[in-house]
C-alpha cells in the first residue's frame, strides 16, 4: 500500500474506512508487541505516547536476561557472557543513530534527560564578554526552562537579562520560523547559545530545526536541541543539519519504560576540542585504559567521552527492547509515513465533529502542516474541556490533559490504528452533543 496515494483519496469518517486502512497498513502488525492498559475488562485506545510510551512485551523478558547475568556471573558480567555490560551501550548506539540521523559514535545512551542537559550545557554554553546570552522558546517544558536559569545564575548571571524568550505573535498559538531566525540574527553577538525543543510539549508545533541551526551559526553561537518530544516521533537529520548538541528521554515515543534512560548527541566536530568543559566521570574515561584507573582524565572517543557514571544496565536493556522494535519497523521512515496519516485522519475527524456540531467546538493549536508537527494534536474545547477528557478517559480513551486549557492526542504509529481514531471521533461527539446541544 502507498499511503501517499491513499491520503490523496479523502478520508471518511466511517468505520469502514478505518477498517480498510488498517488492512492495508504495513506497520499493522507491530501492534501486537506491546502491552495496553485496561480498564472495565477493555483495553485503552492509548493516545498518550508522547508522555509515556507503552510498554514491549519484551519488556520482561529482556530485564529477566539482565538479572540471569547478574545471577550467574556477577561482577564477571562486565566482561563476560554474550553481551558484556562493559560494552552493552554499543549495540544500543547503533540503534539509536538511525532515530536521530546521527553517526554511531555521535551518540550515547546515559543519565537522564535534564541531568544530559546540565552537562551539555557546561560544555557548550560558554558565556564569554558580551556573547552570553541564550535564546530559547517561549513557554519550554519547566525541566528546561529551571535548568537554562541555574546554568545562566551558575555563570552568575540574572536570567532576566541572559535569556531570550520567542514568542508567539499576538493571537497564534505557534512560532512563526522568520520571527525565530529574525530575533536571532537581531541579537546576533550576544547568543551565546540557541536552544529549542525539536518540538513543544504544548502546542506538538515542530520547529524548523535546520533552518534554526543555520541562522544559530550564522550569529555565531552554538545550537542545542532538546528533542524529547521529537526523538521517535519525527525523522531528523542531526548530523547533516550540523546540530551542535542535543539529548533526548527515551520514555516518550520511544517506550523504554518510566524514569528510562536518555541519550546524548554531539556533533563530530566537537570530539577533538579539549577546551570544552566536560563536568567527568571514570566511565567517560578513554575505554582502552579505563582500568588502569590513572590520574589526569583522557576522554574516550566521540560522545562516549562525556558519561559521567558506570552503565545503567537494566534501564538500557529496556531501551532496547524497545529500539528493536523501531529496527523491526524499518525505523523512521516507514514509521514516518503512517504517523503523517493517522494523525492528518486525526485532524480530519476532529474537524468532523465539529461540522457535526455546527461549530468549532475543538480549536486544534497544532500546526495544519505536517512538516510542522509530529504525531501530537493538542486542542482547546470552546467549554468543559476537562469534563470531555475525563469522558474520554471513562471510555477508554486516554489522551492527557496540560493545564490550563489543552487535551493532547498522540496516535503513535508503532501501535495505534485507523480505527482507534475512528472509535475516539465517536466519543468525542457524543460528549460534545450531550454537552453542548
Ligand atoms: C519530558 C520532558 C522532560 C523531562 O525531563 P526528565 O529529566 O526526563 O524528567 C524535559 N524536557 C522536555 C522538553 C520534555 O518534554
Redesign the pocket.
Known amino acids: 500500500m502507498n499511503l501517499d496515494n491513499e491520503l490523496e483519496l479523502n478520508f471518511e469518517r466511517t468505520i469502514e474506512y478505518a477498517k480498510h486502512m488498517d488492512h492495508a497498513d504495513p506497520l499493522g502488525e507491530l501492534r501486537k508487541d506491546f502491552l495496553f492498559p485496561q480498564q472495565n475488562g477493555r483495553p485503552f485506545i492509548y493516545l498518550c505516547g508522547n508522555s509515556l510510551g507503552l510498554q514491549p512485551k519484551a519488556a520482561c523478558e529482556v530485564i529477566n536476561v539482565q538479572l540471569k547475568s547478574w545471577e550467574n556471573m556477577a561482577v564477571e558480567g562486565w566482561f563476560q557472557g554474550n553481551a558484556p555490560w562493559m560494552f552493552y551501550h554499543k549495540t544500543i548506539k547503533e540503534m539509536i543513530a538511525p532515530i536521530v540521523g546521527a553517526k554511531p559514535s555521535e551518540v550515547c545512551p546515559m543519565n537522564?534527560?535534564?541531568?544530559n542537559l546540565h552537562l551539555l550545557m557546561v560544555s557548550f554554553y560558554k558565556p564569554s564578554g558580551k556573547r552570553y546570552k541564550i535564546i530559547m522558546e517561549a513557554g519550554?517544558?519547566p525541566?528546561?526552562q529551571y535548568a537554562v536559569e541555574s546554568q545562566v545564575r551558575f555563570h552568575g548571571m540574572d536570567p532576566a537579562d541572559a535569556i531570550i524568550e520567542v514568542s508567539p505573535r499576538e493571537g497564534e498559538y505557534t512560532l512563526r520560523t522568520e520571527d525565530v531566525i529574525a530575533q536571532i540574527s537581531e541579537h546576533g553577538e550576544e547568543i551565546a547559545l540557541v536552544l529549542f525543543?525539536g518540538i513543544n510539549?504544548f502546542t506538538g508545533q515542530w520547529f524548523d530545526m535546520e533552518a534554526i541551526t543555520i541562522a544559530g551559526h550564522a550569529a555565531g553561537a552554538i545550537v542545542g536541541f532538546?528533542l524529547?518530544?521529537a526523538a521517535g516521533n519525527v525523522p531528523m537529520h542531526l548530523h547533516d543539519w550540523g546540530v551542535d548538541f542535543a539529548c533526548w528521554?527515551s520514555y516518550?515515543y520511544q517506550n523504554a519504560g518510566p524514569g528510562g534512560i536518555?541519550a546524548i548527541f554531539v556533533h563530530e566536530k566537537h570530539f577533538e576540542e579539549r577546551s570544552l568543559n566536560r563536568l567527568s566521570g571514570w566511565w567517560g574515561y578513554k575505554e582502552s585504559e579505563r582500568f588502569k584507573m590513572e590520574k589526569g582524565f583522557v576522554p574516550e572517543y566521540g560522545a562516549d567521552g562525556w558519561q559521567v557514571s558506570c552503565t545503567q544496565v537494566i534501564p538500557m536493556a529496556l531501551y532496547h527492547a524497545s529500539l528493536s522494535l523501531f529496527k523491526k519497523a524499518g525505523y523512521m521512515e516507514p514509521l514516518r509515513k503512517k504517523s503523517i496519516a493517522l494523525t492528518s485522519y486525526l485532524f480530519y475527524t476532529i474537524n468532523q465533529v465539529n461540522l457535526a456540531l455546527g461549530e468549532e467546538y475543538y480549536k486544534i493549536i497544532t500546526p495544519l502542516n505536517s512538516s510542522d508537527r509530529g504525531a501530537q494534536l493538542s486542542m482547546i474545547a470552546k467549554q468543559d474541556g476537562k469534563v470531555v477528557f475525563e469522558h474520554l478517559v471513562a471510555n477508554n480513551v486516554l489522551g492527557d490533559w496540560r493545564e490550563p486549557n489543552v487535551i493532547r492526542l498522540s496516535p503513535v504509529p508503532l501501535y495505534n490504528s485507523f480505527e482507534d481514531i475512528y472509535v475516539a471521533g465517536n466519543l468525542l461527539l457524543e460528549i460534545s452533543k450531550k454537552l453542548f446541544k
Open positions: 537522564t534527560l535534564t541531568v519550554a517544558f525541566s528546561d525543543g510539549y532538546d524529547a518530544h528521554c516518550k536518555s
